[in-house]
């Protein structure tokens, strides 16, 4: 029997590594009975249980789908909402509490991991948003064509290796600046370079960059002005500085004024072409995916997604 339309269904995904899961799940279910919240809630007992999760929710009919994550579960979740046809997805709302080790598209709508009950009212307020998502298309290594959508950013090179180390870091201190920190100071220690060849709007790129960054979203500081609602995508493409220009390039994403560097070529188009990333890693919204095998491509489609946003 399909439940009413009003009910939510709360997708909880615990936060790898940490051990107070339990104390955050069920001060998350004493805010939502105080404010008289009709939902199901499920937990996920890993990353690779979230599609079928959703899916158990979307098939028994649940209209507002809440995910209590952060970007790579919610990335999940909507690679997932995508594989139904328009007229199901259009019925559909999903939400976000953030719980996750990178929280960065939450964030840019104001959400914040240790606000719930504020979260919570203002995914109760019901503000919908039709939101964009980025695709890439690619072939793997049996030469057969796959897509993945991504809500925040795709990472090529340098970057992707960061978020990885980041992913792991974070677990361990804590704090967001620290582990990036951290992390940058590791990858020093490996390929700083990549050979590539983009094509982006008119231009082509072919020379060694450092680290690519397509956001759909504020792409964890390295496209700032990217807004999931306009129908482009910005891209970041960073030249390899000098040591002392890398220290310099990382205080300004940590202080917000990542465009400003001197290394950093920002654009702003549809659609991206990779010609050639020689060895470079992918990461898509912070977790790494199998390196795609020759050309693909990334592009945007716009307002795919019914989102909750705040009032």
Known sequence: MAVETTRWGILYCPKKGFINNHKRREHLREILD??????????????????RLVK???TNGYKTIIIVGGDSALNDAVNCLMQEERRVRDEIVLGVIPNGVMNDFARFFDFDEDEPEQTIDWLLGRHVRK??????????????????????CINIGMTADIMNLRRQTRRLFGSRTLSFLTSLLVILFHRMEYKMRLHIN??????KVM???????PGYGQTPSATPYNGMLDVSVVYTPQMVQ????????VTGRFLNHHSVHPFRT???????????MVGIDGRLMKTP???????????????????
């Open 34 to 51: 105080a404010k008289k919240v009709s939902y199901d809630m499920v937990q996920s007992e890993h990353a690779d249980s979230v599609d």
């Open 56 to 58: 158990m929710l979307i």
């Open 131 to 152: 939101i964009d998502l980025g695709c890439i298309r690619y072939n793997n290594k049996q030469e057969e064509k796959c897509h993945r959508y991504f809500l925040n």
């Open 202 to 207: 008119t231009d082509v790129i072919d020379r």
């Open 211 to 217: 680290t690519v960054c397509i956001g759909n979203g």
């Open 246 to 253: 890398l220290i310099e390039g990382i205080w300004l994403l």
């Open 270 to 280: 549809r659609e991206v072409v990779v010609k050639e990333a020689r060895h470079a």
């Open 293 to 311: 095998v020759g050309e693909y491509r990334i592009e945007v489609e716009q307002e795919v997604i019914n989102f909750l946003i705040p009032g």
